[in-house]
């Protein structure tokens, strides 16, 4: 049984950091893409970055470039994600997400087949 668990949210002012932590339990494919997505009140989810499992090509959406970096931990079967220099426009809700496929057929929020119950991020200017 697959159960996604983030951690690490917070409260932090612009410019701040938070590092953001994803358990892919019960996750066991070879082949596979993480995401991590978020959510504003009133806006769509939106994806923020991704990582494939076990070859680390990793991709992000243009507004965190430079300032969000995701990675892996294969022996924890963990997923982070790094924010640095953070913006009050960065506020959401923020959500892993885990598809058995390549990251590069990845193309929204509708294609992940489990999800994370989701960490706040506030950021105040």
């Known amino acids: 049984q697959v159960q996604l668990v983030e951690s690490g949210g917070g409260s932090v002012q612009a410019g701040g950091s938070l590092t953001l932590s994803c358990a892919l339990n019960g996750v066991h494919y070879s082949n596979a893409c993480v995401g991590w997505l978020r959510q504003a009140p009133g806006k769509e989810r939106e994806g923020v970055a991704r990582?494939?499992?076990?070859?680390?090509?990793?991709y992000y959406t243009d507004s965190v470039k430079g300032r969000f970096t995701v990675s892996q931990d294969n022996a924890k079967n963990t997923v982070y994600l790094q924010m640095n220099s953070l913006k009050p426009e960065d506020t959401a809700m923020y959500y892993c997400?885990?598809?058995?496929?390549?990251?590069?057929?990845?193309?929204?929020?509708?294609?992940?087949?489990?999800w994370g119950q989701g960490t706040q991020v506030t950021v105040s200017s």
């Open positions: 997400a885990v598809v058995p496929y390549p990251c590069s057929v990845v193309l929204g929020a509708d294609d992940y087949r489990y």
């Open positions: 990582i494939g499992i076990g070859h680390n090509a990793t």
